[in-house]
């Protein structure tokens, strides 16, 4: 099973990034896909999913700026990042995973800088 993300990099206060999450290994359509995030000192933190079925949730923090998708097509979750703040610099994990009783797969992490 892997998980490669990618799409991190700096970017300025009020910019934009879309993280792509591509998987192999599993059956993507029928598993649930998040974004979380750690930034240095805290711990990881549920950002955004979406449900096999497509029902999203967000982080309170991020409602209204980040949009989570995925394409069952091509095996791929996306976030969508806009309006980013300083505050939204962490590293970008994505997880896959078939239900809530089992721990699911998690990709590599891709860095998110937020600095002017």
């Known amino acids: 099973v892997q998980l490669q993300a990618s799409g991190g990099g700096l970017v300025e206060p009020g910019g934009s990034l879309r993280l792509s999450c591509a998987v192999s290994?599993?059956?993507?359509?029928?598993?649930?896909m998040a974004w979380y995030r750690q930034a240095p000192g805290n711990e990881r933190e549920l950002v955004a999913s979406?449900?096999?079925?497509?029902?999203?949730r967000y982080v309170d923090s991020v409602k209204g700026r980040f949009t989570i998708s995925r394409d069952n097509t091509k095996n791929t979750v996306y976030l969508h990042m806009n309006s980013l703040k300083p505050e939204d610099t962490a590293v970008y994990y994505c997880?896959?995973?078939?239900?809530?009783?089992?721990?699911?797969?998690w990709g590599q992490g891709t860095q998110v800088t937020v600095s002017s």
């Open positions: 290994g599993i059956v993507f359509r029928n598993n649930d």
């Open positions: 997880r896959a995973r078939l239900n809530s009783k089992v721990p699911g797969y």
């Open positions: 979406v449900s096999s079925a497509g029902l999203r």
